[in-house]
């Protein structure tokens, strides 16, 4: 176990929907970063927050957005749903920047129908 | 902007065989480097990191990898496999050479040992 929560863990919508998926990170972790694991493009990082603040922007459409709270929990919304955006989402934490281990949740899953 | 290729999607060894996970990344300036452990079912963990200092690091499960400068390596070695070390390995490397930058991850290999 990790100490990085994330729900749902299985989330199954159809094109054109939106949806929330929501990460606790380990007590004490300051950053929250989002990935996006996909069998044709591996593991993408879509984007990262520090105690608040948006950090690091990866490959993140536009039609998915993110927030950290203030009490650091992370929240990825998605928009708009494609037959493409189905994946294995994950959510990490880690103490602070790059050099610190990142822990990572166990991820939902996504289906787009 | 950084890149990481790990040159083999998969890999099959038989138990109790070296193994050797290929990762190379684009850049030449000061980088940090990782590799990840992905089980069946999970989300990943570190396995080793380099940041500096000795340029072999070492996992606690047997596993290290040694940071080739001149030829942008970093590749993942174990003398001796168990059927447990069946998982996928990523090779991610910090995008800037900072440490304020995010992680550019390979796309993985995965190990199959067999018995």
């Known amino acids: 176990d990790s100490g990085v929560t994330q729900t749902p863990k299985h989330l199954i919508t159809a094109t054109g929907q939106r949806v929330t998926l929501r990460c606790s990170p380990r007590?004490?972790?300051?950053?929250v970063y989002w990935y996006q694991q996909s069998l044709d493009q591996g593991l993408q990082f879509l984007i990262q927050?520090?105690?608040?603040?948006?950090?690091a922007k990866g490959n993140i459409l536009e039609r998915f957005s993110a927030q950290q709270f203030p009490d650091l929990h992370s929240e990825l919304n998605l928009s708009s749903l494609e037959l493409g955006d189905s994946a294995l989402y994950f959510c990490a934490s880690s103490l602070a920047g790059v050099v610190d281990e990142q822990f990572f949740g166990p991820g939902t899953r996504l289906t787009v129908l | 902007a950084q890149s990481v290729t790990q040159l083999d999607s998969q890999v099959p060894v038989f138990e109790e065989a070296p193994v050797e996970l290929r990762c190379n990344y684009s850049?030449?300036?000061?980088?940090?480097l990782f590799w990840y452990v992905q089980y069946p079912n999970q989300g990943l963990q570190l396995l080793l990191k380099?940041?500096?200092?000795?340029?072999l690091v070492e996992s606690i499960n047997g596993f290290e990898a040694e940071f080739n400068k001149s030829q942008t390596s970093f590749h993942l070695r174990k003398p001796s496999v168990h059927i447990s070390d069946t998982a996928e390995y990523f090779c991610a490397v910090s995008d800037d050479g900072g440490s304020q930058g995010n992680l550019i991850f390979g796309k993985g290999t995965k190990l199959s040992v067999k018995p």
């Open positions: 380099y940041l500096s200092g000795s340029t």
């Open positions: 007590s004490g972790d300051l950053s």
């Open positions: 927050y520090y105690n608040g603040e948006e950090r």
């Open positions: 850049s030449s300036v000061s980088v940090y």
